[in-house]
């Protein structure tokens, strides 16, 4: 029988499909407990619509596997950081034609709250360009900025960096 952290590594995420969500590092640990699977994720951010559909996929999975009982857990401490991407995966987005995030923001005390939009550079995933601008804040996700290469003139989303 295949281990159940294989087949919950192996379930993609349903906004990105070309990374799992053990790339994406919301799959926070998987452990079997009496002949039950327990698997913790984390969403990547607060209101995520995504968290249902990956709860039933990895439930789906790891029953179809040939686990009789899995339980799928929310854990919301620590937050996610995009951070938590793992390298495959930052590479499988720019393969993709999804600029991957840079490192996410350090703050040490309160978080300073501003009016604009924060400025970050962000190469494009076509031709390594440093010279992009933002279009939309949010793109077909809100995890997602819409973005246009000034060198090649193509559009491209890009995971903001939280």
Same mark, same amino acid.
Do not use: N
């Given at each position: 029988m295949v281990s159940a952290v294989a087949v919950a590594g192996s379930v993609t995420d349903p906004e990105l499909p070309m990374i799992t969500l053990a790339d994406l590092g919301v799959l926070r640990e998987v452990s079997e407990v009496d002949g039950r699977v327990i698997v913790s994720i984390t969403p990547t951010y607060t209101g995520?619509?995504?968290?249902? #559909?990956?709860?039933? =996929?990895?439930?789906?999975?790891?029953?179809?596997?040939?686990?009789?009982?899995? *339980?799928?857990?929310?854990?919301?401490? @620590?937050?996610?950081? #995009? =951070?938590? !991407?793992?390298? =495959?995966?930052?590479?499988?987005?720019?393969?993709?034609? !999804?600029?991957? @995030?840079?490192?996410? /923001?350090?703050?040490?005390? /309160?978080? /300073?709250?501003?009016?604009?939009?924060?400025?970050?550079?962000?190469?494009? @995933?076509?031709? =390594?360009?440093?010279? #992009?601008? *933002?279009?939309s804040r949010f793109s077909a996700t809100a995890c997602k900025a819409l973005r246009r290469c000034r060198a090649c003139l193509e559009p491209f989303e890009h995971v903001k960096e939280i």
């Amino acid at each position: 029988m295949v281990s159940a952290v294989a087949v919950a590594g192996s379930v993609t995420d349903p906004e990105l499909p070309m990374i799992t969500l053990a790339d994406l590092g919301v799959l926070r640990e998987v452990s079997e407990v009496d002949g039950r699977v327990i698997v913790s994720i984390t969403p990547t951010y607060t209101g995520c619509p995504a968290m249902g #559909t990956m709860r039933d =996929d990895l439930e789906h999975a790891l029953l179809g596997a040939g686990f009789r009982e899995v *339980e799928v857990r929310t854990v919301l401490q @620590p937050a996610w950081s #995009t =951070d938590w !991407i793992s390298q =495959d995966g930052r590479r499988k987005l720019a393969e993709a034609g !999804i600029a991957p @995030p840079a490192a996410a /923001p350090r703050h040490t005390g /309160p978080v /300073p709250l501003t009016l604009s939009a924060p400025v970050s550079a962000v190469r494009c @995933p076509r031709c =390594d360009s440093a010279d #992009t601008e *933002e279009l939309s804040r949010f793109s077909a996700t809100a995890c997602k900025a819409l973005r246009r290469c000034r060198a090649c003139l193509e559009p491209f989303e890009h995971v903001k960096e939280i």
